[in-house]
């Protein structure tokens, strides 16, 4: 006979909770999982979410963790700010307060002051690809300084400006990993690259690639890379059937 899904496993859920209720609050408040806090105390995160119900934690309001906004929202596991941008931001603020980056920020900060007291200049295009950077989602462009020569003092102002997709690009080639454009005339499996879709972000940028078989189809630049697409759909279920 099947379990109702609404019925509460007190052996294996509510004792065990119970015991350890002030620290599963508290680790639930700074955002552990229901997954892993059902891992750590023994017991399924069904239990673990049920239990947090009756308790008056799942669905409590909380103010954003980010101090300049008070916007309230209700708490679930993993989420302290209110929005994507705010998570995106405090993320930042984290990362600058890392001791390993202190150089990097100094260097940073030279060229904001640089900026705004006119040394410097941001120029319009990526000066790599010689393309218009795009914006991100609080609407400010994606040109960034590059650091080329690295963060000593010498060099806080010796820079270029990149766009986003040159900017990782560069970077993967410093840490010794392949993140290379695709490009068109290119041969992947069956595939023949044919143009660049353009207006497109870099995580679902597409290619217009043509097969063996003729068929055209726009394929995501990440999955040729990866080499996880190979064929158009017509050829792989004609393999399948030849393979059965």
Known sequence: MSRSP????TAAGESLLNAHEDD???????????????????????????????????????VCGLPECDVEF??????????????KRADARNQYAKP????????????????????????????????????????????????YMGYSQKHYLTIQWLCHDCDRELEMGRKGRDDSRVKVGEKIGQWQVLEDQPGTRRSVAKLVCRCECGNESAVLER??????????????????????
């Open 6 to 9: 609404d019925r509460w496993n």
């Open 24 to 62: 599963v609050i508290k680790r639930f408040r700074a955002g552990e999982s229901l997954a892993s806090l059902g891992e750590r105390f023994g017991t399924r995160n069904t239990n673990v979410r049920r239990w947090l119900v009756a308790h008056g934690e799942y669905d409590r309001s909380v």
């Open 74 to 87: 209700p708490v679930r596991p993993g989420k302290l700010y209110c929005c994507r941008l705010h998570t």
């Open 223 to 244: 999955m040729l890379r990866s080499r996880r697409s190979l064929k158009c759909t017509d050829c792989s279920h004609a393999d399948r059937r030849r393979d059965d």
């Open 100 to 147: 390993s980056n202190k150089q990097k920020n100094i260097a940073r900060n030279r060229v904001s002051k640089a900026l705004q007291t006119g040394k410097l200049e941001r120029p319009p295009l990526c000066e790599r690809c010689n393309e218009i950077p795009g914006e991100g989602i609080d609407g400010r462009s994606l040109l960034q300084a590059d650091h």
